[in-house]
């Protein structure tokens, strides 16, 4: 089992419509918990940390799940400038593990 | 506040050939992070630096690649000799501290033919 597994993209979605992404980890001491978003031949940019009481920011929701070691991202009412690829980051004790990335394209 | 700075931005060399990346990180941060990442799949971590010394450099292959921090603050990332599945993206992050947000730079693209 992979580290960090994230749904195979991609997401075609049309704007407004809420779209959900998957992620599940391997190692059960994993500490913390974040999304990433890159766009395309950019950088990735933390979008938002997870934590276990779930927390949003904006059309944003993160939830995090340690017994089954899942995270989701929700993103509601979907914008054209949501289009990029969301990656699932873990950290241990002293490590970050990135998942793949999803990718989602919003279409008008 | 500057971000984090690499170079160069694009490279292209041959098989065989050698390389070196250059990173100067966010002033102040202790961490410093160099990622492969190959198209199609997320950052893969090489190194990890804690002001000048190696933290984490499990996934880094030895045999070609090296890595130096001198006085903690800029690093640079050799690749010698280079083979045609180092073509990759390298990204260098910093951070505050390990906990702490990281910052990533533009990353420079290799393409090794």
């Known amino acids: 089992r992979k580290e960090v597994e994230q749904d195979p993209g991609p997401f075609n979605v049309p704007e407004g419509a809420t779209v959900a992404f998957n992620c599940t980890y391997s190692?059960?001491?994993?500490?913390?918990f974040f999304w990433y978003r890159q766009d395309c031949r950019k950088e990735p940019k933390l979008l938002m940390s997870?934590?276990?009481s779930g927390n949003e920011d904006g059309r944003f929701t993160a939830q995090l799940n340690r017994a089954s070691q899942y995270i989701s991202l929700l993103i509601r009412d979907s914008k054209l400038s949501d289009s990029a690829t969301y990656l699932c980051?873990?950290?241990?004790?002293?490590?970050?593990?990135f998942g793949k990335g999803t990718m989602l394209l919003v279409s008008p | 506040e500057a971000g984090v700075a690499q170079s160069p931005r694009y490279k292209i060399i041959e098989k065989r050939q050698s390389v070196a990346f250059w990173c100067n990180p966010i002033?102040?941060?202790?961490?410093l992070y160099w990622y492969q990442q190959i198209l199609g799949q997320g950052p893969k971590l090489l190194i990890q630096?804690?002001?000048?010394?190696?933290?984490?450099d499990s996934q880094l292959p030895k045999d070609r690649f090296s890595a130096e921090r001198l006085k903690g603050v800029d690093s640079t990332l050799k690749i010698q000799p280079a083979k045609l599945e180092d073509s990759a993206v390298y990204l260098c992050?910093?951070?505050?501290?390990?906990?702490?947000?990281?910052?990533f730079g533009p990353g420079t693209r290799l393409t090794v033919t």
């Open positions: 980051v873990v950290r241990g004790y002293s490590t970050l593990t």
């Open positions: 630096f804690q002001n000048n010394g190696v933290v984490d």
């Open positions: 002033s102040g941060h202790a961490t």
């Open positions: 992050a910093s951070s505050l501290e390990f906990e702490y947000e990281q910052y």
């Open positions: 997870v934590y276990s």
């Open positions: 190692n059960s001491a994993s500490q913390s």
